[in-house]
């Protein structure tokens, strides 16, 4: 059973996209998919806006651009959140890029400017999309582009649906040229109905044949075996590659950013987060810089930093993060900023009413991750499959006892890795 | 001045470092009875499910309700009619019933509660408010004309070496109201069977018909109710479990809810049914012969399958653990009623079995779902 919640996303749904102000400094995170970035550049260098800034090789390579001109002023490797720091010099000086006309490309100069321009899976995961892409030996039946955006609050993939729809649908048929999906299927949900005529008609315009699949409205559908399950009625065993039955998903955020890089000729740089919250003052939906801290954001709605009387969110909120640090930046999966009322918890003991089993979309239980989370017990951990947690915080929202499900998920994994 | 401002007022020699401390959690039990926490968290999800563990709590008391109600009423009905014979109006039969059954919910909570809190104090916790499902569930399942001092002593035992031995709420094997009514049972039999117990007052009258309809079977009488009297309640019996109506009344308030397990429920009848099937097909005596769908209505079957085996602690807790659990607590039930006849009341013995049993169910039922994956895993090493 996969529980429905309140979906709160009202306030900003119909905001049309606005670019938020350049931030002064830019604390570029090094961090990747599974890889940590090296630097290509030393403190003190002059940079320029798309200009690439660090890079990491293998499977799952991963770069990082300058989204502004400027100066480095601090490199920092070695710290918990390892980033390059540039300061702006507000003038926008962009690198030069030469490219060939989008229609020209071959696949492999696709996947090339793919991985190149640092494009990421922009849904929280962060999967290296060359390497998603990638699938010669594979034969890709079904191509699933993600809108389920299940996490409340957060309406930025809304908002390009509706008003980045062009730029979408584009990008659309640049990646069935390297995929070449015999079904490429929309998974919206109920909720975001209005997008199906919208979303035909345009696709009607430029000739691509797509199908749109309306999902209920709960939560986590858009996880991607979730997606997969509610689109194609299929569900993968636990731990499967999509692309080993035939599936490619994507995520619209991603499929944008593929859009800015191919007709734009800008690396991902930027993205589309929404800005919420109970204690938010101008919510909606904004274009801000990756590398942009938080602290910024706040400053350019009206709010000032604290995390005082407020809970400062990155992400959406049910697998955000609390932010304490205001120099935490939005990252290339970052969906969100929400400021939230601070939390009172009521504790109570765990009665085994078993609603994190009922909810979980992985089929786990929870409350036995908490119990030998606390036992340090490594073998039953494994036994329960703590690994196949997607971390979607489905159980921690139901539970009725308020037990710190997600703290003993997180560590307990940590338990499982070092073991 | 607002009730929150007055209740901040009143907080006030209770915080930290004043003199009151220690009595915390005393009056922060208050407080959130009367408001809600606001449901957002530091780790993991930030925001909550509307639904904490008090709502979840108030909502099973809720479920109650219309049992207790029709309780009352029965309790009257039954001793105009057996009794004095006068006044049958509603209001008349029952205002007798809430002035006979009121004291016990309110010994029942007073004394249960003085308990919870000298606990929760002594262990610094917070109170939680599991107790006032097991305090109202309590009552209901005692004869009417129970002294209230068997009430408060069993509430004693059921809170002390039911729950709170145990490690208080969440962790009791045993399902708390039926601890209490398992020591009244054996503590005061006289009191918790036989031929007057049930009617109120008739313990002054000779010729009664104030037995249970199973207490009946079992000693070979004739049963004079039709199916429909034991479905609607008015039969002699605890004071909220003669009505399989008003009970399916909070039946479907918790399955909609979602706080009672609809596979308990289901499972719990599908043993039963299965079991009267059987015996009906035997029909080796009157007790066998009793219908099955009469089983399903009459004693404290569909109270303790709605009300007790559903609660959360002490039942199974895997979906499949749920099915097997419901289904023995069914199965059981009958087979007590119908080879234990000194011990009419099988539901509560069935429920008790099976709360032990529970965690072995889980155990099985967990260790069957890792052997298979293992066995997955096995099978797809070998093919690649």
């Known amino acids: ?419 | 001045m607002s009730l929150r401002d007055k209740i901040d007022e009143l907080k006030k020699p209770f915080g930290k470092g004043e003199k009151l401390e220690k009595w915390a959690p005393a009056i922060n039990a208050l407080d959130t009875f009367l408001y809600v926490p606001n449901h957002t968290t530091k780790k993991g999800a930030h925001i909550r499910d509307g639904v904490d563990l008090k709502r979840t709590m108030i909502t099973v008391v809720l479920a109650l309700l219309p049992a207790l109600i029709y309780g009352m009423y029965n309790t009257g009905y039954q001793h105009f009619s057996q009794i004095s014979g006068s006044d049958l109006s509603f209001l008349s039969c029952f205002m007798y019933g809430l002035w006979k059954v009121l004291p016990m919910v309110v010994v029942s909570y007073g004394v249960g509660l003085a308990i919870e809190f000298a606990f929760a104090i002594y262990r610094g916790h917070e109170v939680n408010e599991g107790y006032l499902v097991t305090g109202l569930l309590i009552p209901l399942i005692m004869p009417v004309d129970i002294p209230l001092w068997m009430v408060a002593i069993s509430v004693v035992f059921a809170v002390i070496i039911g729950k709170e031995a145990f490690g208080g709420t969440g962790m009791n094997i045993l399902n708390p109201a039926l601890t209490a009514r398992a020591f009244a049972f054996f503590a005061y039999p006289t009191y918790m069977s036989g031929t007057k117990v049930w009617v109120s007052e008739a313990t002054n009258i000779d010729a009664i018909s104030g037995e249970t309809i199973l207490g009946k079977l079992a000693g070979g009488k004739e049963v004079a109710y039709s199916t429909m009297d034991m479905f609607s309640g008015a039969i002699p019996g605890s004071i909220g479990e003669t009505s399989t109506l008003w009970i399916l009344v909070g039946a479907l308030i918790l399955i909609i809810t979602g706080v009672g397990s609809w596979r308990i429920m289901a499972g719990g009848l599908i043993g039963a049914i299965g079991m009267g099937l059987i015996f009906n097909a035997v029909s080796a005596n009157d007790l066998m012969a009793f219908p099955w769908y009469n089983h399903l209505v009459v004693g404290g079957f569909a109270f303790g399958l709605v009300f007790m085996a559903t609660d959360p602690v002490s039942a199974a807790q895997t979906t499949k653990g749920k099915w097997i659990y419901g289904i023995l607590v069914g199965m059981f039930c009958l087979l007590i009623r119908i080879f234990n006849p000194a011990y009419p009341e099988g539901v509560m013995m069935a429920i008790l079995l099976m709360n032990v049993f529970a965690p072995t169910i889980d155990h099985y039922v967990i260790e069957g779902s890792v052997k298979k994956r293992k066995k997955r895993l096995a099978a797809k090493l070998k093919t690649t």
């Open chain 1, 1 to 419: 059973m996969l529980m429905h919640i309140p979906s709160l996303k009202s306030k900003t749904k119909k905001t049309s996209i606005t670019t938020l102000e350049a931030s002064p400094f830019l604390y570029m995170p090094l961090q990747a998919y599974k890889t940590p970035l090296k630097p290509l550049v030393n403190v003190g260098d002059l940079v320029l806006k798309n200009e690439k800034i660090a890079k990491s090789n293998g499977v799952f390579a991963g770069s990082l651009h300058s989204p502004v001109s400027g100066k480095i002023i601090a490199i920092e490797t070695e710290s918990e959140f390892p980033h390059i720091k540039i300061e702006n010099d507000f003038l926008d000086t962009c690198i030069e890029i030469n490219s060939t006309s989008v229609e020209h490309l071959t696949e492999e100069e696709i996947l090339e400017t793919i991985k190149n321009f640092g494009i990421e899976g922009s849904g929280g995961a962060k999967f290296p999309t060359h390497t998603k892409y990638n699938t010669q030996q594979k034969n890709i039946s079904h191509f699933i582009i993600n809108g389920a955006e299940c996490e409340p609050y957060l309406s930025a993939d809304y908002a390009v649906m509706q008003q980045e729809t062009e730029a979408l649908l584009k990008a659309i048929q640049l990646v069935q040229k390297v995929i070449k999906a015999e079904k490429i299927t929309f998974g919206i949900e109920k909720q975001h109905k209005e997008l199906q005529s919208h979303l035909l008609k345009n696709a009607k315009k430029l000739n691509i044949s797509i199908q749109i699949k309306l999902l209920p409205n709960t939560y986590p559908q858009g996880g991607e075996l979730q997606l997969i399950k509610a689109v194609t009625g299929k569900e993968l065993p636990k731990g499967s590659i999509p692309a080993e039955h035939g599936i490619t998903v994507s995520n619209v955020g991603t499929l944008w950013a593929i859009y800015e890089a191919f007709y734009n000729e800008q690396p991902y740089i930027e993205r589309i987060i929404t800005i919420s919250g109970e204690k938010a003052i101008n919510r909606g939906n904004f274009k801000v810089a990756i590398g942009t801290p938080v602290s910024h954001i706040l400053e350019e709605i009206g709010l000032p930093w604290n995390t005082e009387n407020q809970t400062v969110i990155l992400g959406g909120p049910m697998m955000g993060k609390a932010i304490y640090q205001p120099e935490t930046p939005i990252n290339k999966g970052s969906g969100g900023v929400l400021i939230l009322p601070n939390p009172t918890n009521k504790r109570y003991n765990c009665i085994q009413c078993g609603y994190c089993t009922d909810v979980c979309p992985q089929h786990l239980m929870p409350m036995e991750f908490a119990r030998y989370n606390t036992e340090k017990n490594i073998q039953k951990l494994y036994e329960f499959n703590l690994n196949d947690c997607i971390e979607c915080g489905a159980c921690a929202y139901i539970c009725p006892s308020d037990v710190p499900l997600m703290k003993s998920i997180v560590e307990g994994k940590n338990l499982l890795h070092n073991a």
